[in-house]
């Protein structure tokens, strides 16, 4: 009997060795899958953001040969404003490159917009005090969304405290805003540098989804570009026109661009006289970037602010953009 059991308790130490080995090996198995996975994950990653630079570097060329154009001018019939639809990277290459048989396939789309064809909230402070036909220019685009204009007021009211603050101290913005004092005392709220970043001011998700393809947030106060703004803007930056006469003016403009802010006036009549060269041009300098590569399932997208001076354009800020549910769902 005793025999038996020391037969018995053998048994038992080597089950339990042999289970513990196994869940060693499965432990360092997954740990090296885990290592494996995330090295993957970097590396196309790495990949992703590498084309999405040189995607990048292009769309700032196409804006430096438009301004080697000759043009002063900036609409929607010119090559930058065209999308590219979701394309094969091998389509792109010159003829010397070889696109070998084997390698992932890369999509590369993307589109330049024209950050100057919305109402920018910077020319809500202008020479340090808030300025009346900005905020008129609001209050018209607010009621065309049928936005809360609770929500604007909060707007109108936090935004010249946060510029007043983000100012160095002792400036003469700083001075002479009215919310200085809250800025000196510290309570003043952040200046947000995106249209997101309004949130901090208690603005909603739905407002800012609604205000997004008419609003947005720049370095510097800039005029509205007549030639590509959408209706809604239109009718908020130009004083007495209505959502018809808009309209019509996005559909005379989509025949012909107007060359000089005198022809936009014309086209105008009588409201012409409105038209100011500090809230009104037919340029712009400000362009953003929507690119977007995708790698089998690896979906990478991104959104860039450029400003060009002459023929010089250089990058603003860069953020990548958070995935698509149907993104998220590919990759689980």
């Not at 065309?144 to 609770?150: A, E, I, K, R, S």
């Not at 929500?151 to 109108?156: A, C, G, M, Q, V």
């Not at 997004?212 to 009718?235: D, F, G, H, M, S």
């Amino acid at each position: 009997m005793k025999r038996k059991a020391q037969h018995g308790a053998a048994l038992l130490v080597a089950m339990l060795t042999l289970a513990l080995v196994a869940s060693l090996a499965s432990a360092a198995l997954w740990l090296q899958w885990r290592q494996v996975e995330i090295e993957i994950a970097e590396r196309g990653r790495a990949q992703t953001q590498w084309l999405l630079t040189g995607a990048f570097d292009w769309t700032r060329l196409i804006l430096a040969e438009d301004a080697r154009s000759a043009q002063n001018i900036d609409h929607l019939g010119e090559p930058w404003a065209l999308p590219v639809q979701e394309s094969k990277l091998s389509t792109f290459l010159s003829q010397d490159q070889q696109w070998r048989e084997g390698d992932p396939e890369v999509f590369l789309s993307g589109q330049i917009s024209d950050a100057q064809s919305r109402l920018n909230l910077t020319g809500l402070v202008a020479d340090g005090q808030a300025s009346p036909s900005a905020t008129a220019a609001w209050v018209r685009l607010f009621e065309q969304l049928d936005l809360p204009m609770g929500e604007l007021e909060l707007l109108l009211r936090l935004w010249p405290q946060a510029f007043a603050a983000a100012q160095t101290p002792g400036s003469a913005v700083a001075r002479s805003v009215g919310a200085g004092a809250a800025a000196t005392r510290g309570d003043a709220p952040l200046l947000p540098q995106r249209l997101d970043q309004l949130a901090w001011f208690g603005l909603s998700a739905n407002t800012l989804e609604r205000l997004r393809p008419y609003a947005t947030v720049l370095p510097k106060t800039t005029p509205v570009n007549l030639n590509t703004a959408p209706a809604p803007v239109l009718e908020a930056v130009i004083p007495g026109l209505d959502a018809s006469g808009a309209r019509q003016l996005v559909a005379r403009r989509s025949q012909r661009p107007w060359n000089t802010l005198q022809e936009a006036a014309e086209a105008l009549g009588p409201l012409g006289r409105m038209l100011d060269h500090s809230q009104h041009a037919v340029s712009s300098q400000f362009f953003e970037i929507h690119g977007r590569i995708r790698i089998d399932d690896l979906v990478q997208e991104e959104l860039a602010l450029v400003q060009r001076e002459g023929q010089q354009v250089r990058m603003v800020w860069r953020r990548a953009l958070p995935p698509q549910p149907r993104q998220i769902q590919l990759l689980q």
